[in-house]
């Protein structure tokens, strides 16, 4: 299973205001600091303040904070709302000669449930705890 550019993006947002707790951080911030484009963050962005994940404030000293404690934003969560739920094999879209005594569609669904029970074990909290990535994501308060 991989994961879209969107959740990937996600987490990364979400990993910069972890490491940078309490501080207004602008999307030009992140964008420079991951190289990533701003356009594709505001989307991410407007979700992650639709889901009240994050407190967006507007004007000269705009920027984003966490609104919920890294320990309350859970992994398997947030990457179940912004995945596309396609199913891992889609049985459905054409016909199959297997269909009536075929078992992969419910052992993918299995492994697929598991995917999501693990990541659901983890935090946000839980990703900061790598001293070495928050000191990379810091922002000097200079």
């Not at 920027?63 to 919920?68: D, E, T």
């Not at 992994?75 to 078992?103: F, H, M, N």
Request: with cysteine; net charge positive; hydrophobic share 40%.
């Amino acid at each position: 299973m991989q994961l879209s550019l969107y959740t990937d993006y996600s987490l990364r947002v979400l990993l910069f205001l972890g490491s940078n707790p309490g501080r207004r951080v602008t999307m030009t911030e992140i964008a420079e600091r991951y190289g990533i484009s701003k356009e594709h963050l505001r989307k991410v962005v407007h979700l992650l303040a639709q889901l009240d994940i994050i407190e967006t404030f507007r004007g000269k000293n705009g920027g984003f904070v966490l609104k919920q404690s890294p320990a309350e934003i859970n992994i398997g969560q947030l990457v179940a709302v912004t995945e596309p739920r396609a199913p891992v094999i889609d049985c459905d879209t054409q016909p199959c000669i297997l269909t009536a005594a075929c078992s992969l569609k419910a052992m993918l669904g299995r492994a697929e449930k598991a995917f999501y029970d693990a990541l659901s074990e983890y935090t946000l909290a839980d990703l900061l705890k790598h001293k070495p990535m928050q000191t990379i994501l810091r922002v000097s308060s200079a």
